[in-house]
């Protein structure tokens, strides 16, 4: 078991190029559940999900990311867009006081949640890549999120093109020190 969690951890891409086929909607739930079960502080929860389907939205999200961005295409071309946004000052709060010494803890369980979407996609034969380099604001304004929420990563979905091959990865014993730093 352990074995087949390892390799889709490192066969899991950043794919940006998508076939013209529809995801079906139990394969879509998956993912869903795959966010529903990732872990979060002090089970908040704190993740707002914008399933993203419509291809007037999808143009409309795209022309307001930078033409630098290298998934730019990707949002148009995915049959299907996840737009994760968190929950402001629920995350790392007990009775609204911040907790930890990061303050509000939605980024990391939002990261966390798009990590369990990514893997479940690969599992499941999807490609998917995490989008940041984009005007998390006006994308917002596209979406209407509310206020208290923030727009964390668009992640586009659907059948791989595409796959790149495995970037070089740092050897274990460039990152890793025993007992203190």
Same mark, same amino acid.
């Given at each position: 078991?352990?074995?087949?969690?390892?390799?889709v951890i490192?066969?899991?891409r950043s794919v940006r190029n998508f076939e013209d086929?529809?995801?079906?909607? %139990?394969?879509?739930?998956?993912?869903?559940e795959a966010i529903q079960w990732s872990?979060?502080? &002090?089970?908040?929860?704190?993740?707002?999900v914008v399933v993203i389907k419509d291809p007037d939205v999808k143009a409309r999200v795209q022309e307001v990311l930078p033409k630098a961005n290298p998934g730019r295409k990707s949002i148009t071309d995915a049959p299907v867009v996840l737009a994760l946004c968190g929950?402001?000052?629920?995350?790392?709060?007990?009775?609204?006081?911040?907790?930890?010494?990061?303050? %509000?803890?939605?980024?990391f369980d939002l990261g966390i949640a798009a990590q369990s979407v990514?893997? &479940?996609a690969h599992a499941a034969g999807l490609g998917s890549v995490m989008m940041g380099l984009f005007d998390h604001d006006k994308v917002g304004e596209v979406l209407k999120v509310p206020?208290?929420?923030?727009?964390?990563?668009?992640?586009?979905?659907g059948y791989p093109a595409k796959v790149p091959s495995a970037p070089k990865?740092?050897?274990?014993?460039e990152f890793c020190r025993e007992d203190t730093f």
């Open positions: 078991m352990l074995d087949d969690v390892m390799k490192k066969e899991r086929k529809p995801i079906p909607e %139990d394969v879509l739930g998956s993912m869903l872990p979060s502080w &002090a089970n908040t929860q704190c993740w707002e929950r402001l000052k629920d995350s790392g709060y007990k009775k609204g006081e911040v907790t930890t010494k990061f303050g %509000d803890w939605f980024m990514c893997l &479940a206020e208290g929420h923030d727009l964390v990563t668009l992640i586009p979905l990865r740092k050897a274990v014993a």
